[in-house]
Nanobody
Framework: QVQLVESGGGLVQPGGSLRLSCGAPGSIFDTYTMGWYRHVPGKQRDLVAAITTGSTTNYADSVKGRFTISRDNAKSTVYLQMNSLKPEDTAVYYC????????WGQGTHVTVSS
């Protein structure tokens, strides 16, 4: 069973920042595209950002210019730096590894509220 371990969620005021982290086994991290989805209850799960093994990135239009995804190959960890957070960013964020099948993290809550 592959385990992706997430951390970094929490409560932040609008305009604030958070950084999410997701660690994976090296055998997975080295060959899988990594990224994040988010889910709001009652809505579909949406892709937020992804990064390939070659560090090509893509982002949802709603987060472009505010979120940055990166990967540290030495630590087998992917990061999601979230700046200028908005209330509509409130969701459970799930880390994934894809090649092409998915492995998932346990989810971390992000709440943006004053």
């Amino acid at each position: 069973q592959v385990q992706l371990v997430e951390s970094g969620g929490g409560l932040v005021q609008p305009g604030g920042s958070l950084r999410l982290s997701c660690g994976a086994p090296g055998s997975i991290f080295d060959t899988y595209t990594m990224g994040w989805y988010r889910h709001v209850p009652g809505k579909q799960r949406d892709l937020v950002a992804a990064i390939t093994t070659g560090s090509t990135t893509n982002y949802a239009d709603s987060v472009k210019g505010r979120f940055t995804i990166s990967r540290d190959n030495a630590k087998s960890t992917v990061y999601l730096q979230m700046n200028s957070l908005k209330p509509e960013d409130t969701a459970v964020y799930y880390c994934f590894a894809r090649n092409p099948y998915y492995y998932w993290g346990q989810g971390t809550h992000v709440t943006v509220s004053s």
